[in-house]
């Protein structure tokens, strides 16, 4: 039963962002014995015995549109945000330098004119049509592959949140979509459905961390059931969401009515920036407002806004203002202010979904990962947002695993 | 399978505080088809089909140290704390009034000196012994269950807080403790034990809502198991613990780590005033603190006050500041502040309790009621604080019988 | 120096919502000898000796463009809000049900949609044009003067948030602005400025509590001279804005350098509803805005949001969040939250201001009033937003008459 | 009026805690013009024109009784507490290892058994008595002086608390106090006080930015105006006593009344280590909660606490809860969280003060300096805690001194 010396590759889109930059240093300092796995699901006394890739097997490659290096986006986030001891750099230093070399132009059709003013021309790798940015994405996947001999690859999505797009007929099946894949002006698809195609097709797992479309298409699923891939997403829990499904089943069990539920998030890093555009925050916000209704039953009054607030850098502060009503009529209040490094928070579960996608890839199963939902904000094919369900989800799959 | 007309007492100790009263109010609030069951747990759909008691069923009653009648307390505690609007009192003029007959004074062999300040020395019958106001409380009971012809009783403890109590080798078997009932210094049991004694030997259900000693004797366990009667508590879990063992469990699923959870305390009711004297105040904060540390599976530091604070009156605010590391040794930050209505929050859950307990002896069950665990700090026989999966026993247990 | 017995009348515009039924109830309760005067500035022992009138000396009247009494708007208060004691309103009975038969139709020429449709039909004085509704308003003046032979009048306007509205050329003089007083589209004046027009030019005092133009129009300010009257305002400061003029100098004074400050407002009063109108709202979020950059002298990033949450009624709740940088570049964080019942806040000050105008204008002064800037978010005359020296400017008037 | 090249000495009493490594830190940066004197009193516009002392002519010394150098303390700092940019650090190298030379062993006689622990045993220098501790402290700051060729020293005290000290009618002139020096049991004065002693003795300033006992002694305010000298204290006003004393004038000059002030500080650095022990906490706490009353002129229900919670370090965290009554009785509440970098606070004002105190001495003042009461929790010699008058009262003194 001796476990075969794999390589496993770690293609993140928005490679140079917060997050994937945060992943990287994470996944090279845990390689290198310094410091501990705080923050990984994955790394608790549960997991032990699952046949999960040891982090030092990782490489870390992706798409940025964007130019830089991992150690220079590092630098500037641990220097803005306060966070990072010059040691846990330098450790990282040769992996983040080689790493980078993996990190290619951004394939775009349409982006949005915020993301656009934000790229360096250089870093693009224009398409003429959904077509032909699937092409040019495979042909960086299968590079990416091939160069550094990895036995399998998952895509993880943390680039900037795009705005909503509206589903059609022609998305319910794979054959009526890849009719329209040529098709400009509407796009067949956004990018980030683009890159989840393009992984899919080439039987490689997908992980939506953002609210954006990523595979949350039905002919994609059809894809990824066709490719005997898997799909996990989207929006990940890291912060005031995470929270509310904490607090809200207490509320729900309790019997107390929620009257009110505001949430005022506000922070300062490039995906605060992207939110500052409107039709990007629409995404976010609605992914945000859903769960409570879903938890208490009822629609208590909600308010969610978020707001870029240059000075706070990565620190994603929330403000949540609960007004209930308990026994005989009695209005109660409970706030809480969350003060969290949102890059810090959402880095380990970004290595917990690419190592739980590339198991379950590897045991035979295919498309939605609903025992997943924990990690989500709005997860795929699961109604369930109380957290503690969600997490005896993923508890129950695993003893299923470790029973056998 | 039509419901006998069941008339059911519900006794409480120290039945002229801010609970007792407020549990009144709101039997005969509802009773008479005014407001909603909001904040009772048992008022939850998933309960329905059960043979729960209704609520025009229950008859108030109970033992005291202090003068006056439940709706001078009412009115007191509504104007100080500004709850109550006038028509809810005055629906329940006609009960608190009749129920106040059924208030006894309290028996005290050896309160200490805070709790025998507030009495009124009117309203004490005092007791050479523990054997003694054992039998001076069952006279009072049996009274109680004669005059109205009461199928079935319960006793509720939600009298002040009393100070830590050390149990010998003589509390572990009802036959010892039998023989040194008579003792007077040190004494055999603290009040809150005596009552328990009291009930349980009269074959009748005792719950304790407070951290006081109570039911929880090995003696008495042995003696609710021979009478064929229930035992719950203890200490109700209302507010900021409710908190700690609702938000504790999502750091440890997230492998969060909790560096340290600082929790103050301010209110100014009756309650408050009590726990002022350090020495009642151990118990509280011990119940309060030990919760920690078995969710989280470590030690971090922790601290927790409770101050009186006298304009709060019955609004009990807390702050709590927990500290924690993610990812890479980054420290964040989780406030919150609450801000309940002590007596609002624990009525329901007394009556719910009461229910629930009376439902457990005609079931047939006796000794520790496990299943209870949701609504205790210090759940009797369970080591289980993580307030979801308590909340889990409890749903289980209701859906055994429902299937049965 | 035997004070003689004077009559006075206090009119508001919008005399039955939370602000001025709450003036009445204090009014009424305090000069029964009901509860102290706390939060009464003019009750302090620094404005002992001055000549101001005693409370019993108030006659309340006004116009609102709502149907109902003081009466009920005040039960309605305070059972939304959980504030007044049954004994405070039943003192009060007789004098809110005699006041209310002082209240007149709202004279409306061009109310905006949201205003419209909370007003009865039947309680608006149709104007076909501005002079048409200065004399309607004129006439309510005058035969409430009589009818009670009041000594002196003042006129307080506490009516819902208007729209901003553009001042032109012809707003600069009195001789040019009467010219265009018939003129309807575009209206001559905003409802605000029309009341202050009517009072100001009978010789009344006026008293813009609100956001709204009221009297800040040049020629207001020419007419107020010219019939020797006396103007206050604008926009009563009373609770998040004045913990920003209050806290703001502090960072100003330890040269802490303010990086951004974010205030979110949520409350459920009807001046909430309004607001919930983006056109409505604008001119309250400048106010509110303005004062941070001319007390630090430089720009900090600034987010004000005001939001209407119905089930916290009356009680305006706010966070803040203030993040800045001291030594050597270290960023903090200073955070509060504010929860004050609007109404109380603002009705103690509306009695102080009305009290500091009628001496004011008994005393000679005419125009603007500067040494009030301490009541006000957008003091006029004065660009002094530093509470502390606003008071002192308070401070140094009421020396200096008592000097004399 | 050509400026002498003058060069000053500051001589730092627990010379390797976090605010003297700050402040050293921080004199070294912004003499070779790195960042800016963000937080310094004395670097606002308003002190332009006054004859300070430039920064680059201070050199650093001081006592201390642990071991170290000023660079191990900073770089310590740093990581714990998550603050100062590498680059921050390297480029004040040099001058904190120079100065770190100047930093002689602590004099005890006898100090209390928690700040005993903390010392390394090499470095403290044993005094038989309190007149050889003078003259041994004496040494070492004329060593220091005459090393350096230093034009005027300033000593400021910014170590440990400790206990509270009882004055005696020998501490009320220098010639009974002088009899008494050579005193043990029990000490004639505490550590504080002989360093202040062998200060002003000498005809050196003395700032105590600490609670202990200090120069608030009669019989030393008589040495500093036979000497010549002058004295400030005592105890820093730099976090939740700022805003007390900012945000308490509002509620006087708003009529409103303070129910009650509840003040819960946590912090993790050495001086929260010290503090832990109760005695030494005593001094603390009663300088925190002596100036609400003082402001309000009525006495509120208080609780000020400070705690130790190790994970903190320097982030002196503290929540204060305000209940408060309005108009017509109505309770509302205000609630602020502060979370500031103790030594980041403290290091500014300390360099403010010793710039300050050196301007006084040169002028030719003697005794204390009232005129520097904003900066201090225990203002000697001034009975007003308002900040902005106490501010005032400084403002008024520059701008005594420019005007002429």
Redesign the interface.
């Known amino acids: 039963m001796a476990q075969p010396p794999r390589k496993i590759g770690l293609w993140m889109i928005g490679a140079l962002g917060g997050v994937s930059s945060?992943v990287a240093?994470?996944l090279s300092?845990l390689a290198h014995g310094l410091?501990?796995?705080?923050?990984?699901?994955t790394?608790?006394p549960a997991f032990d015995g699952l046949d999960l890739d040891a982090l030092p097997t990782f490489i870390v490659g992706g798409h940025d549109i964007r130019a830089g290096t991992l150690l220079d986006a590092i630098e500037e986030l641990g220097?803005r945000s306060?966070?990072?001891?010059?040691a846990?750099v330098a450790a990282a230093k040769d992996d983040l330098t080689a790493w980078s070399h993996n990190i290619r132009p951004g394939c775009v059709v349409s982006a949005n004119a915020t993301i656009t003013a934000m790229a360096d021309a250089r870093r693009i790798q224009p398409a003429q049509d959904g077509r032909h940015a699937i092409q040019l994405i495979q042909t960086d996947l299968r590079e990416f592959q091939e160069r550094h001999q990895l036995d399998q690859v998952v895509v993880v999505n943390v680039a900037s949140t795009e705005p909503p797009f509206e589903l059609t007929a022609a998305h319910q099946s794979l054959g009526e979509l890849n009719k329209i894949l040529g098709q400009v002006t509407p796009p067949a698809l956004p990018a980030s459905a683009l890159y989840a195609y393009a992984a899919l097709d080439l039987g490689i797992a997908y992980v939506n961390f953002t609210p954006s479309l990523g595979a949350s298409v039905p002919a994609l699923e059809e894809l990824a059931r066709e490719r005997k891939t898997v799909i996990a997403g989207k929006d990940g829990k890291t912060g005031e969401t995470?929270?509310k499904t904490?607090?809200a089943?207490?509320f729900a069990?309790?019997?107390?009515?929620v009257?009110?539920w505001?949430g005022?998030n506000?922070f300062g890093n490039r995906d605060g920036q992207v939110l500052n555009d409107p039709v990007n925050k629409a995404s976010k916000v609605k992914t945000k407002d859903a769960v409570l209704q879903s938890i208490v039953g009822y629609k208590p009054?909600t308010?969610v806004?978020i707001?870029y607030?240059?000075?706070?850098d990565d620190w994603k502060?929330a403000?949540d203002?609960i007004?209930f009503?308990?026994?005989?009529?009695?209005?109660?209040?409970?706030?809480?202010?969350?003060?969290?490094?949102d890059s810090?928070?959402a880095?380990?579960l970004v290595i917990d979904l690419a190592r739980l996608a590339l198991l379950s890839q590897r045991r035979g199963e295919s498309g939605v990962l609903q025992h997943l939902a924990?990690f989500f904000k709005s997860p795929m094919g699961v109604s369930e947002h109380d957290?503690?369900r969600q997490?005896e989800m993923l508890r129950d799959y695993v003893a299923a695993i470790l029973a056998m």
Chains 1, 2, 3, 4 share one sequence.
């Open positions: 945060t240093l994470g300092n410091g501990n796995p705080t923050g990984m699901v790394a608790l220097q306060s966070i990072f001891h010059p846990q995470l929270l904490v607090l089943p207490m069990q309790r019997n107390l009515k009257l009110s505001v005022h506000i009054q308010l806004s707001e607030i240059e000075s706070l502060t403000w203002h007004h009503e308990g026994f005989l009529g009695v209005k109660m209040i409970l706030q809480f202010t969350w003060q969290g490094c810090i928070l880095a380990p924990c957290f503690h997490s």
